[in-house]
């Protein structure tokens, strides 16, 4: 989520409570290449609750890339990866530079071949997937679990199925041979419980869910509102529900989100984002526009920064200066004060002290 970051004591922490819970798996961290920023989360998970019931997201853009981001996974000592690869054409667009379904199932097999060969348990997602006609994501889940990928993630990155929608999707993916299925529901439109719930009924074996719903894009499934679901409307007891309340406690304090996580199209953090793609092409990434509901775009970082960020930060202000520098520069500072919160303004202003420096 913009502008979030966990330190690696908070890390531990949830880690912990969420196995205490009787959570199966923690996903921590993202692997995009050598020197993940994400190292010391992972590392520090992997003390308090072990490699086995860690999961780390890997990032997949071609051959090479991966197989630089498998070398960082096992440096970690990383035992299970989630592949993170777009499927709908805008975003394969987007990220991969082309839309073709081809080459989508082609990158699949061989990203999944890679992991496999070095021993990994391999997730492989549908990033967009609820987005994705039936007649491309069929077979590029097929191609993934003929490759050897041990569950498939599909993830509802733009909220935009109803439970009665999600079921059906859910249904044709978990008819395919040898397919365990996992569903990953945002909540712009308050249903990614309600959609949860759906995929568990079609047959998906595996239920991704945020402490409080924190996340990007109106949040994520609220984990203690699908324990307690599961509990009263499927009677499922497997969970300790003794220990939500402290376990939101601790990430909304860690998240700097007060006492409460509020969902849907109207918080300030409904349309907040760090990555220059997000903010370059929202149409990729919104349920609806912020102007509908009179809310705005906006620019929320701490550590993330990238040149390219910097840049769209820049871009209009009438302030000028070497981003490859300046970039650095303000990395720096952020790091000794603290990381406060930056949004675009803020850059702007940084820029300022800069070029005064």
């Known amino acids: 989520m913009a502008g979030v970051e966990f330190g690696p004591k908070d890390a531990a922490t949830i880690a912990r409570l969420l196995v205490r819970t009787g959570v199966d798996l923690v996903e921590v961290g993202m692997v995009s290449g050598p020197g993940s920023k994400d190292a010391d989360l992972v590392l520090v998970t ?5 490699p086995e019931r860690s999961m780390t997201l890997v990032v997949v853009r071609d051959r090479q890339q991966v197989a ?70 069929v077979p590029y889940v097929t191609a993934g679990f003929e490759a050897g990928a041990d569950r498939f993630r599909l993830a509802e990155t733009v909220a935009y199925l109803s439970p009665w929608q999600m079921e059906k999707v859910i249904a044709d993916l ?15 439109l308050g249903m990614a419980v309600a959609n949860s719930l759906a995929a568990v009924r079609a047959g998906a074996r595996w239920i991704s869910a945020t402490v409080g719903g924190i996340g990007e894009r109106g949040g994520n499934a609220p984990l203690a509102e699908l324990l307690t679901s599961l509990r009263v409307i499927h009677g499922d007891t497997r969970f300790d529900l003794a220990h ?49 509901v009179g809310n705005s775009r906006e620019l929320r970082v701490r550590s993330r920064l990238t040149t390219a960020l ?9 302030v000028f200066v070497d981003v490859d520098a300046f970039t650095p520069w303000l990395v720096r500072r952020q790091e000794f004060g603290g990381a406060p919160l930056l949004d675009r303004d803020a850059i702007r202003k940084a820029a300022i002290d800069f070029q005064a420096a």
């Open 310 to 318: 910097v840049k769209w930060a820049l871009d209009g202000s009438g």
């Open 46 to 50: 992997h003390e308090a609750i072990g």
């Open 244 to 292: 939500l309340t402290e376990l939101s406690r601790v990430a909304l304090k860690g998240a700097g989100l007060g006492e409460a996580f509020q969902s849907g199209p109207t918080t300030p953090h409904a349309f907040a984002y760090e990555l220059p793609g997000q903010l370059s092409h929202p149409e990729a990434y919104e349920t609806l526009p912020a102007e509908l």
């Open 68 to 137: 630089k981001a498998l070398d960082e996974a096992e440096r970690l000592g990383v035992r299970h990866i989630m592949y993170s690869i777009p499927t709908s054409e805008q975003h394969a667009k987007l990220k991969l530079g082309s839309p073709s379904p081809k080459f989508l199932q082609t990158l699949a097999r061989s990203a999944i071949t890679q992991a496999k060969e070095r021993g990994f348990h391999v997730t492989f997602s549908g990033e967009d997937g609820a987005r994705t006609p039936k007649e491309r994501l």
């Open 174 to 188: 978990t008819a395919i041979d040898g397919s365990e299925i996992e569903i990953h529901s945002h909540n712009m």
